[in-house]
Nanobody, 125 residues
Framework: QVQVVESGGTLVQAGGSLRLSCTAS????????MGWFRQAPGKEREGVAA???????QYADSGKGRFTISQNNAENTLYLQMNSLKPEDTAMYYC???????????????????WGQGAQVTVSS
């Protein structure tokens, strides 16, 4: 089993920056990929960015050029640096991990088995 816990969610003004963190614990050696997902009220959960154990990344179009995913494998920590935030980025942001997500499914929420409770990000205009 793997547990993940997000932190860093807060209220930020449009144009501002924010960094989310996610710490994994448990059987972390089994993790192949981790990702950030978000869900706004009334919308489906969507992939934002994902990273494999060896550092390969994928980004959804919504965050390309503004968001950066990174990881510290030694500390089992995942980060999402978000710059130039927009009101439409407002959502609950979730961290997820899985031992067996394929490359073409890295941004697919249903492929992940381990989820955190979420961190609320609110961007005011």
């Amino acid at each position: 089993q793997v547990q993940v816990v997000e932190s860093g969610g807060t209220l930020v003004q449009a144009g501002g920056s924010l960094r989310l963190s996610c710490t994994a614990s448990g059987y972390t050696d089994s993790i192949y990929s981790m990702g950030w997902f978000r869900q706004a009220p009334g919308k489906e959960r969507e992939g934002v960015a994902a990273i494999t154990k060896n550092g390969n990344t994928q980004y959804a179009d919504s965050g390309k050029g503004r968001f950066t995913i990174s990881q510290n494998n030694a500390e089992n920590t995942l980060y999402l640096q978000m710059n130039s935030l927009k009101p439409e980025d407002t959502a609950m942001y979730y961290c997820a991990a899985d031992p067996a997500v394929t490359w073409w499914s890295l941004l697919t929420p249903t492929r992940y088995n381990y989820w955190g409770q979420g961190a609320q990000v609110t961007v005011s205009s």
